[in-house]
């Protein structure tokens, strides 16, 4: 069996909706419930005889040590995470909690269960973290995609938080030798996601006639990717990748905030036009500017593409179409 943490949450639902389709092995989804955390993301699967949910925060390493014992997984994939900058922001203290205490234990934890296992045992198991290209930092225009070697130059209480425990990840490998895994992606897109994130905001708030807001000028540039593309990557790399590696995931698709907004605003008008017959990109309002609101991120993804032959199905508009209907269906 495997064990997810932040199972509940928009990334690790639908990596547990993704493997009960495609395996018929236990999984253990332990998640505390935070604000951006839903069970209703799981409905479909909460009778599933593969499937169990505990209620546990992954700070309290000893309950976790236990829960792990107990289990006996093959893999532990850590999702838990704080993950809005916005909120990074306003109160930096839980993401230190969350993102850097939360992965410490559960690595204590790990290694725990690991140290107690057969040679055969120790070979198999894999405690993956996923975690972000926020990491690396903003880039400029002319600056070359960060690769898995860059140097890590994170500047929201986020980033910070999630490159320590990137750190904290690579240490108790090299140190104590657990067989860790490190995933850097880009942004996600899909189903289930809090309504705080860009996407679900702007597709909400276009259907309840709300202003669309963008940040500054609408430049900031990232990187998209859907969702069950990159749940398809995880599940590549806790199979074939080698301990101690890192592989980024990405959509090598490049969109600054504006064209992703103008882009969902095209999608609504063909598929639910307003009765006025007006176009929701008349709702776009551009805000003040968020704190040190960084530029661009990229990912060179060669490593991963390389090494697995994965790439991602969806394009970007294949998947926002997607996305666009699920919370139409939703609605």
Request: some cysteine; hydrophobic content about 30%.
């Amino acid at each position: 069996m495997i064990i997810v943490t932040g199972g509940a949450g928009f990334i690790g639902s639908n990596f547990i909706l993704r493997w009960l389709e495609k395996f018929d092995e236990d999984i253990l989804n332990i998640d505390n419930l935070s604000y951006a955390a839903d069970l209703n993301n799981l409905k479909d699967i909460e009778h599933n005889l593969n499937y169990s949910f505990k209620k546990l925060n992954i700070q309290n390493q000893d309950e976790i040590t236990t829960l792990i014992l107990e289990s006996k997984p093959r893999a532990i994939l850590n999702f838990a995470a704080e993950s809005h900058v916005d909120r990074s922001i306003e109160g930096p203290e839980n993401f230190i909690h969350s993102n850097i205490v939360g992965t410490y234990s559960l690595l204590e934890a790990s290694l725990q269960y690991w140290n107690s296992l057969g040679e055969k045992e120790k070979d198999n198991f894999r405690f993956f973290h996923i975690s972000t290209d926020e990491v690396f930092g903003s880039l400029n225009m002319s600056d070359e995609k960060s690769t898995e070697e860059s140097p890590y130059r994170p500047n929201s209480p986020y980033s910070a938080s999630k490159a320590a425990s990137d750190h904290l990840v690579r240490a108790w490998h090299h140190t104590f030798e657990l067989p860790t895994l490190i995933s850097n992606c880009t942004n996600n897109y899909g189903p289930h996601q809090h309504q705080e994130k860009l996407i679900p905001l702007i597709i909400t708030n276009a259907l309840e006639n709300k202003n669309l807001p963008i940040y500054g000028d609408g430049k900031n540039i990232r990187d998209w990717l859907y969702v069950e593309d990159h749940c398809e990557a995880i599940i590549k790399i806790l199979e074939n990748g080698n301990p101690g590696e890192t592989y980024n995931i990405g959509g090598s698709c490049e969109k600054n905030n504006l064209e992703v907004v103008s882009e969902i605003c095209k999608i609504l008008d063909s598929i639910k036009p307003k009765q006025d017959g007006s176009s929701y990109k008349e709702q776009i309002e551009f805000v003040k500017d968020r704190p040190g609101h960084d530029f661009r991120y990229s990912l060179d993804t060669s490593k991963i593409k390389k090494d697995f032959n994965w790439k991602p199905k969806e394009s970007f508009s294949s998947g926002l179409e997607k996305t666009v209907q699920w919370y139409l269906d939703k609605a």
